[in-house]
Structure formats: C-alpha cells, structure tokens
C-alpha cells in the first residue's frame, strides 16, 4: 500500500518567493494533519482537516502561511512570502478518521530551505 | 492543557544493552497513549500504542505499559541493536484525533 506522499523531498529558495509544499494521504483516511519540525521548537502541529474541513488552525505561524484541501486526495501548505525562518522540515499525515485511537501515517518530509 | 515530558536524550548504548526512555502525561481524561520513531531523513513511524489503562503495547522487541496510576508510559527493549539507532517520540491522543507530542529523545546505539 502505498504511504503518505509529499513533494517536493527538497526544496531551496530565496527569501520572498511563494512556496508550495504538497500532500497526498493515503487512500480511504479522512484525517489530515501538517506539522513543522525545528531543531529549536521540535514538532509543531500547523493544521488538520477532517473529510477536507479545516478544523483547527491554530497552529500556522502567520498570515503568510495557508493550507487547502480541495479533495480527498489532495492537500497543499503555502508560504507567501517566505522567510529564512520558514527553513524547516514539514511533515503530513493522515489517520482514518477523527477517533483518537487512530494512528497518524506520515509522510517523509519536505526539507525546506529560504536564504 | 494537554502536555507530555520524556527524558532528553542524547542516550547513548552499547549494542545488547537494555533501553528505557521514560514518558508521562497529563491526566485529562483517558487518552489514547503512543510511541513513534523517526530514522533519519524519514518521517515519523508508528511503534506501538496503548488504549486503555493497563494495556500494553509491543513491536518490534519494544514494549510500553499504560500506567494509570503514574500517568506514564514508559517505553522498554531489552535488547538493543546499532538499528535502533533513532529518534523516539512518545504522544497521547486529544480530541479530532490530534496527538500532543514530547520533545524526543535520541538513541544511539554503538557497535
């Protein structure tokens, strides 16, 4: 079966630009969730959804950063304008459903680098 | 709110030696406790879980016991090997299935 999947696996940038980072969970979850990981801060949860519904965001940092998911399949985190302290490694996962004995699959990462 | 505390690492251990990483939680209901790992450059893993109070989970060699009581979890091998080398990361259920995680601990096994 296939995992969750993100992409880019890398990706490098200037201050500034607009950055995209895309999820997709495996097939049949209902649950979404973005999370951030800094050596400084560790795991941060950003967003989840539930059957594409944004249900808490809490998380995001700022205004500059906005997630989606227009369908089952598909999920995007953006970052307008990005900043070198945006530099982190972002992960998703998915669970089944909302019950909180479902474990969460994660993907493997988007390393993000703004200079 | 929600919080959970485990030991920080680095742990650093002998190959064959017995691990114990210690985790607790706060008590708010009865969550669902449990235990992740991360190798590097990869994403976060599922190790074992526990439901209820004194349920155990195992995988792989590791084993964690729902401790009530103690409001812990600590997570055991009795045996360790250099691929066990990781990052662990200990976590209890909240509401809409979010996790609460500790900070991580890193294990290093040497040969």
């Known amino acids: 079966d296939a995992g969750v999947i993100q992409s880019p696996r890398h990706e490098v940038t200037e201050m500034g630009q607009e950055v995209t980072l895309r999820c997709k969970p495996i097939s049949g979850h209902n649950s979404l969730f973005w999370y951030r990981q800094t050596m400084m801060r560790g795991l941060e949860l950003l967003i989840y959804?539930?059957?594409?519904?944004?249900?808490?965001d809490s998380g995001m940092p700022e205004d500059r950063f906005s997630a989606k998911m227009p369908n089952a399949s598909f999920s995007t985190l953006k970052i307008q304008p990005s900043e070198p302290r945006d530099s982190a490694v972002y992960f998703c996962?998915?669970?089944?459903?909302?019950?909180?004995?479902?474990?969460?699959?994660f993907g493997d990462g988007t390393r993000l680098s703004i200079l | 709110g929600d919080s959970v505390t485990q030991m920080e690492g680095p742990v650093t251990l002998s190959e064959e030696a017995f691990l114990t990483i210690n985790c607790t939680y706060t008590?708010?209901?009865?969550?669902?406790l449990f235990w992740y790992v991360q190798y590097p450059g990869e994403g976060l893993q599922l190790l074992l879980k526990?439901?209820?109070?004194?349920d155990k989970g195992s995988n792989k060699g590791f084993e964690a016991t729902y401790r009530k009581e103690t409001t812990s979890f600590h997570l055991e091998k009795g045996s360790v090997q250099v691929s066990d080398s990781a990052v662990y990361f200990c976590?209890?259920?909240?509401?809409?299935?979010?996790?609460?995680f500790g900070g991580g601990t890193r294990v290093l096994v040497k040969p």
């Open positions: 008590a708010t209901g009865y969550p669902s």
């Open positions: 976590a209890r259920g909240a509401a809409g299935n979010k996790l609460t």
């Open positions: 996962a998915s669970s089944l459903d909302s019950n909180s004995n479902q474990p969460q699959h």
């Open positions: 959804f539930n059957n594409n519904v944004p249900i808490d």
């Open positions: 526990a439901t209820k109070a004194d």
